[in-house]
DNA sequence: GCGTGTGAACTTCTTCACAGCC
DNA sequence: GGCTGTGAAGAAGTTCACACGC
């Protein structure tokens, strides 16, 4: 037998980690006053092309009027929905080293659909610290804590070598979204996702292209590829950048 | 000027955006006294597929050997190399408020290609405040110092509302890569890349999956869709539906 | 034998361009 | 006239599967 209709639509993984860009732009069109928006207008806001967002929008199934644009407000809650977002969602942070300690005071969290509802470290000496307005807890506290306030977000803040370990207790615990801060990867069970955010990583992407960028004007003549590792140099196809 | 830049293999973006979890897999390997590995044991730690890791590497036209593997050195080497970590690069963070705080700490900066060369923050409370030893600096002196430090590359950490002052100061004084923390976006001339990292839009994503993976337990008989803000409800594609 | 390197098939994402509706 | 919604074309990325060199 065919399945029935899903609760929800079964968005591509693109369209849905734009759409909180979205969300964040239509707040700020409402804060303006703003009561419709274009496709055009919306597009710049949140900084892709219009056909794109029309694109992501349309698997929403959302109405736009023609000739006019957007419900402001009804788009809003459509986005609020699908991200979920109409229940304050609860967080658990673990490690509150440097890093943690910024994200336990970071305002955004609260105001975009989340609430940081525990605090936790493996050192006994920072346990029992007050970080805005919460009491770090031990770790092994977990499970209990976990299950009183129905968290299933976990964000991990702790240095790699503990991260793999802290999933795991995570996961024990029933989260099944995992943020993790670390720079390692990290394995879990199927259904349970795990994003990452690397700081390094972002600055070896830009470097990546500084790089690339230093080489394109340093080099019109194709000649001198001397200088480099072993094998690099064949690869160069470059139809250079004019002058 | 006269430094001869060899021509970078123009990389497909999604290969430049793994390059440094496998860099990272490498040293880690290298650490535990591997002197080579093979694109199987490879992949696995760096969380991605054989197949996908050895086009990447092809694509650096990086030699493995047949019937044994890669050469952990060299493959490091050749990473940094294309990366453009060979230089240690300088970076500046403006804003030293929560998370500029704790980027500043950061050892992961440090550890992987990057100094952290000047801090700027606009609020006079803050300059000549020391964190990790440097001296918070005023905004208004980015240009001599930028200038001075060689400075390329920015990281933003300031509230959203200072964001697109802050970076069009930055490409002012020469900077030509940009990571975003704050949550807006930014417009910049061509040339000049940005990066964004958004905590709460990586929960809202999460978010969504939490949402998803919910509904599709509880799945609803088709009748349940009543409750949702305008429109949903009438979007399942036409045919799925087996009513 | 083993494991890399790679064409070819396939999937996903983006962009185009225009029909359809206000 | 203006703007959304969407098929169709195109580009980018992933996976497959196997030839080739060690």
Known sequence: MSQQVPALPDLPEATVARLPEYLRALHHLAESGNDTVSSEALAGAAGVNSAK????????????????????????????????????????????????????GYAGFGSRGFRIAALFDADPGRVGEHINGLVVRHIDELPEIAEAESIAIGV???????????????????????????????????GVDVRKVDLAIELQILSFHEHRKASLIALPAAGGLTALPGGLAATGTEEAVGS
């Open 53 to 104: 967002l029309r694109k992501d929008l349309s698997h929403l199934g959302s109405y736009g009027t023609r000739g006019v644009g957007y419900d402001v407000a009804l788009l809003i809650d459509q986005i609020e929905y699908v991200l979920g977002l109409t229940q304050r969602r609860a967080v658990a942070l673990v490690g509150v080293g440097n890093l943690g300690h910024a994200l336990a």
């Open 156 to 190: 991990i803040a702790t240095p790699a070598t503990a991260a793999q370990s802290v999933a795991d207790r995570l996961v024990a615990a029933g989260v099944t979204s995992i943020l993790n801060f670390a720079p390692c990867v990290l394995s879990v069970p199927d």
